[in-house]
């Protein structure tokens, strides 16, 4: 076994760090801050075990209308980052075609399937589950139409998937979210999915087990990567860092430590903000399927997460999504002030084949890739982990690495 330098301790890199841990390498997991305090720490907190279809880019044209238009709650773009964007999201564009987008969600839906197994033990050994709720999560509807479509879609899903869910009528909600204001047409609730009360926390708690292990967390900036003799190093406060091995799982900053390198893959981030509110509004985390926001109880308060907005990953942010979905969100439950001012912002990390990058890099021995886990990485983060740890480890993989290979896009 060697010595491995795990690059980014988000829930992706932490993961890692974990499992080649437990093969018996000696890890050394960096980063430029504490772990899970960037997008692990943000985000909407669901181990989404009913998300085996990864998220398509709209194909329909009033869609596409609205968006231009500035309309809806869902999507926000910056107009300056569309040029940039244009290949990559044109390629997103036509990997989502009905026929192409049932491929991807055979190869996302793979992973998914064993999100639930891979967290829970490193929950328990972590002593995390006081964070976790096992209830599942609901998806509500305004409208008749927009309910009866969701319960067909559903009811596709369990036929094909196996994920479970139950359909609930406005009545069945109303009794199960007493603080409803307003009468839902009804929800589907996915009754697999779990949610965390603080998703930062949680990578936290993994990160300390990763310690007690025996494992080194320290802070560097992973950007000083560079090859030495056989293996690799990083610059620390105390000196350099060597490992025979690196592990990039830099989350939406993995682009700009591999461009340099020479690979220009075509990833891009869907950025997304959250504000909290104070009061506990709901008992389990809510998707306004039809607006495109959720709320979500944390140990914060009620956390509001936005949809996908395209733009460069350093451009101001500019929460004009947040209003919106504030303004919908009250219509549905009674939300106090918001809490911290401006709203957090994060970036989805994404590929246009909607299925991350894992495995060897390419062109570089004793390097490795684990990124791009797009809407999904919290969830997907120990079951990243485990395979890239079993690639490095020279095992037979638990499921075929192929897919997810960053060959694919050279
Ligand atoms: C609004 C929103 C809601 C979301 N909701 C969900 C959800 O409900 N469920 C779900 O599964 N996923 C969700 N996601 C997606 C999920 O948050 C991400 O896919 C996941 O957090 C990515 O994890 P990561 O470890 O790859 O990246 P990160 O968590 O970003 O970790 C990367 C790490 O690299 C470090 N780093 C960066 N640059 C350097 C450097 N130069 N040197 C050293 N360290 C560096 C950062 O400090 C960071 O800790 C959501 C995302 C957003 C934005």
Known sequence: MSSVLVLGAG?????????????????????????GQETSFGNAGLIQREAVEPYAFPRQWSKFLQVALGRPVDVHYHGSALPGLARALFSYWRES??????????HHARLIAHCLAEHQPLMQEAGAQDLVRQQGFRKVYRSPRGLAQAVKDAQRLEGQWGVRFAAMDAAALAQAEPELRSVLSGAVHWLDTWSVSDPGELVSRYARLFE?????????DAQTLQAHGSGWRVRAGEGWLEAAQAVIALGPWSDALIRPMGYRLPLFVKRGYHQHYSGQTLKLPMLDAEQGFLLLPTRQGTRLTTGAEFARMGAP????????????????VALGPALQVPPWLGSRPCTPDMLPVMGPAPRHRGLWFNFGHAH??????PVAGRLVAELISGQAPWLNPTPYRAERFL
């Not at 075609?97 to 055979?106: D, K, M, S």
């Not at 942010?317 to 549905?332: F, I, M």
Request: one cysteine or more; aromatic letters at 2%.
């Open 376 to 381: 999904q990485g919290f969830t997907l983060g």
């Open 97 to 106: 075609a009905p026929e192409r987008h049932a491929v991807a969600a055979l």
């Open 11 to 35: 829930m992706v890199g932490t993961c890692t760090a974990l499992h080649l841990q437990q093969r018996g390498h000696q890890v050394l997991l960096v980063d430029q801050r504490g772990p």
């Open 212 to 220: 007690q292990r025996g494992g080194r967390l320290l802070k560097a």
């Open 317 to 332: 942010a500019t929460p004009v999504q947040v209003g919106r979905a504030e303004r919908a969100a009250r219509e549905l």
